[in-house]
């Protein structure tokens, strides 16, 4: 089949940039290979910066959110025994929006269906040819047959684990990475909430962080080890850990758990995010850890840029913010790469350190909480830096 963009992926990148392109009269083809059910079950974190929550409304597949999403002003901070309260709307005038990735995910899956574009779930043995001509290709099996999609872009948005990137050839990507020696134990609860607003904790035993999805659903993580056998938890363990760590803020109203899992960390840039005529966006380019839950927020940001580059190259012919998508995303990427190290290396224990470290880290903490220009800075990334 023949198609103006072949996406590579049904997560939050290849969804939005699909939706974005058809809203500039530009057709796509998606292929995915998990089923439908798994993309919109695949649970990650729940927080929409404001301008990519304003992006959704906008581009009318915000209606459910703005009905069931909670939207914050600010979070809290939890050391040295109590609770700190950093208000971003006082301070940058914005809020952040409380919203599962898989409920995003279900929305723009039924607007892609609504308007006719073409997702094939469950495809196999997916490979990209001839990315460095005018006439790239995305080959695959469906529902048992070879089947071939040509297009004039590929939009690589097929995560860390996807074909994209390997096919880019070898000397070509520069790779900047880092792993951290820890992990997140997650889990989804049925319980009351504790507070009105996330709070991130501080504490000798490791990080821990309290959030919600609904008022009946609550998120919390743990500092763990990297490979950590979310079983070797007992549901009681971990709101005993929790309340631990929690500690100042008072006695966690508990209920089922739903979900256990535990979350890598990594931090990871590929330069360029091109080649040819094939863009990575979100995952497949870059990997932030989860501190500050900046991963589909970043995917929508490269979108974006990537989105109105392809529109300007049907327009015109000209190929210039297309040469540039790469370079345009790679400045705001950096910069919440170093934000998500920031807050990560500021709440969590790491094995090297010494009490300088935790005098360190508790003073940066004070600092935040006490000074309006350290938390104005903290609000600013936090709510979402300038989208181009
Ligand atoms: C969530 C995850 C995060 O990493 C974070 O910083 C905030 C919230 C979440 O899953 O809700």
């Known amino acids: 089949m023949r198609t103006q963009v072949g996406i590579v992926g049904a997560g939050p990148a290849g969804l939005m940039l699909s939706h974005l392109l058809h809203r500039a009269g530009i057709d796509s083809v ?39 999403s909670m939207v914050h002003d600010g979070i809290h901070l939890n050391f ?4 700190h309260h950093i208000d971003f709307h006082k301070l940058v005038g914005k809020r952040v929006t409380i919203y599962g990735q898989q409920e995003v995910v279900k929305d723009l899956i039924a607007r ?27 080959r695959f099996r469906h529902d048992g047959r070879a089947d071939e999609i040509e297009c004039d872009v590929i939009g690589g948005c097929d995560g860390f684990h996807g074909v994209s990137r390997p096919s880019i050839p070898s000397g070509v ?44 659903l609550v998120r919390y993580y743990l500092q763990c080890a990297p ?26 109203p508990r209920g089922p758990v739903v979900e ?60 210039g913010l297309l040469d540039q ?10 910069k919440a790469q170093r934000f998500s190290w920031w807050m990560t290396r500021l709440f969590h224990l790491f094995p090297e350190e010494t009490p300088f470290d935790r005098k360190r880290q508790l003073a940066e903490l004070d600092y935040v909480a006490s000074s309006a220009v350290a938390a104005t800075s903290l609000a600013e990334n936090y709510v979402g830096l300038p989208v181009e």
């Open 30 to 68: 998606i292929v995915e290979n998990r089923s439908r059910a798994y993309c919109e079950a695949r649970i990650r974190a729940g927080l929409i910066e404001q301008w990519a929550a304003d992006m959704l409304v906008e581009t009318g597949v915000g209606a459910r959110m703005q009905r069931e």
């Open 80 to 83: 040295g025994g109590g609770l």
């Open 112 to 138: 892609r269906l609504e308007d006719g574009t073409k997702i094939l779930f469950e495809v196999e043995g997916t490979t990209l040819h001839d990315i460095g001509t005018a006439a790239p290709k995305i």
């Open 173 to 216: 990507l520069t790779t900047y990475e880092r792993e951290y020696p820890f992990g997140w134990l997650g889990i989804l609860a049925q319980a009351q909430p504790v507070a009105d607003e996330l709070i991130y904790s501080y504490h000798r035993n490791g990080f821990s962080l309290y959030s919600m999805r609904s008022p009946s």
């Open 227 to 252: 490979d950590e056998d979310p079983e070797r938890w007992s549901d009681q363990q971990v709101w005993d850990e929790l309340e631990l760590r929690l500690s100042g803020v008072r006695v966690l």
């Open 260 to 319: 256990k899992i535990v979350a890598p960390m990594r931090s990871f840039v590929v330069e360029p995010m091109q080649h040819g005529r094939l863009f990575l966006a979100g995952d497949s380019a870059h990997i932030v850890p989860p501190t500050g839950a900046k991963g589909m927020n970043l995917a929508f940001a490269d979108v974006r840029v990537l989105s109105k580059a392809i529109a300007a190259f049907y327009r015109s012919g000209a190929t």
């Open 325 to 334: 998508y790469s370079q345009t995303c790679l400045r705001r990427v950096w």
